[in-house]
């Protein structure tokens, strides 16, 4: 495996939610301008159209896709704003690796809007008391549905080889890219999962999420039906979920027979760990780069 080495580099993104921030210490070209694209939907019994941008490396393709979810911000404010779906460093990131890249913004968020259908149906107080009934396999279906959508979309587009398609999420991204691994769609060949999950409150309960057991019970159910090559991604120090729920997880979703590896990483320094795809770049790069490379690619080296 290459060294990864800290050299120049500029960052280019807005910081939207917590995984839109800054890349981090592993450097990325920028990625290209990107080109806005709709997407039709159906989701939630309604149909839509919901906005995502491509980036495309230099070249006619077609070329190997990541599809990529976002994270889901705790204010209403800033899930209304989301304007960039990933940051461009990532995007820049897999553009140099040879990929394309297609970064939807999922109903109930940004400029798609429509109605919010990743709502967890949990409450939690200004103590930090859970309550409530939790919607996680719901918000899973709904959010797994549009990558579906996503799939068939690529089907029909010229620069895309949509024979081989890379899930990638963060957070609720992540849960959702799980969810959509155990479809078995045509022309997935893989995905990867940083920090997925949902019920989490950093401020109110740093460390632990609300009902993190169903959860368990869902990633379970998800690991039956998971054939694809799989990575999971969680720091030591995230405060959405606490260093041991992920490790439950993943340890339901293998005893059900999914396969894949489950990574923890040393602490984000100085950082929430949940920051780790924006803030950790040398704790996940190299198990990403050694991920995509027993899938067939080359890792293209860092600057």
């Known amino acids: 495996m290459k060294r990864h080495l800290l050299g120049r580099c500029q960052v280019i993104g807005s910081c939207i939610m917590l995984a839109f921030a800054s890349f981090g210490p592993v450097c990325a070209e920028p990625a290209p301008n990107p080109e806005k694209v709709s997407i039709p939907v159906h989701v939630g019994g309604k149909d839509l159209n919901m906005v995502a941008f491509v980036y495309q490396p230099p070249g006619s393709g077609p070329f190997p896709v990541i599809i990529f979810s976002h994270?889901?911000?705790?204010?209403?404010?800033?899930?209304?704003?989301?304007?960039?779906?990933?940051?461009?460093?990532?995007?820049?990131?897999?553009?140099k690796k040879g990929f394309a890249v297609l970064a939807p913004i999922r109903p109930g968020y940004g400029e798609t809007g429509g109605d919010d259908l990743e709502v967890s149906g949990i409450k939690i107080s200004a103590s930090g008391e859970c309550s409530g009934s939790p919607l996680y396999a719901q918000v899973a279906k709904n959010a797994a549905d549009t990558i579906e959508a996503d799939v068939t979309w690529l089907r029909h587009q010229s620069w895309a080889n949509s024979k081989k398609i890379i899930l990638v999420g963060q957070s609720v991204g992540g849960m959702t890219t799980v969810a959509a691994g155990a479809r078995h769609l045509s022309g997935v060949i893989a995905y990867i999962n940083f920090s997925g999950g949902t019920g989490g409150d950093p401020e109110r309960m740093p460390g632990r999420s609300c009902f993190p057991e169903a959860l368990t019970a869902l990633y379970g159910q998800l690991g039956r039906t998971t054939k694809l090559p799989n990575l999971w991604l969680y720091a030591q120090n995230d405060l959405f979920w606490g260093e041991a729920a992920p490790k439950l997880w993943h340890a339901a979703f293998s005893k059900a027979g999914g396969t894949g590896e489950f990574i923890e990483t040393a602490a984000v320094p100085d950082e929430d760990g949940h920051k780790l795809l924006a803030k950790g770049g040398r704790l996940w790069s190299v198990h990403v780069d050694a991920f995509i490379e027993t899938l067939g690619f080359v890792a293209a080296p860092h600057d």
Request: charged share 20%; net charge positive.
């Open 71 to 95: 994270g889901r911000s705790p204010k209403v404010s800033e899930r209304a704003g989301l304007d960039q779906p990933i940051l461009a460093g990532h995007a820049g990131y897999w553009v």
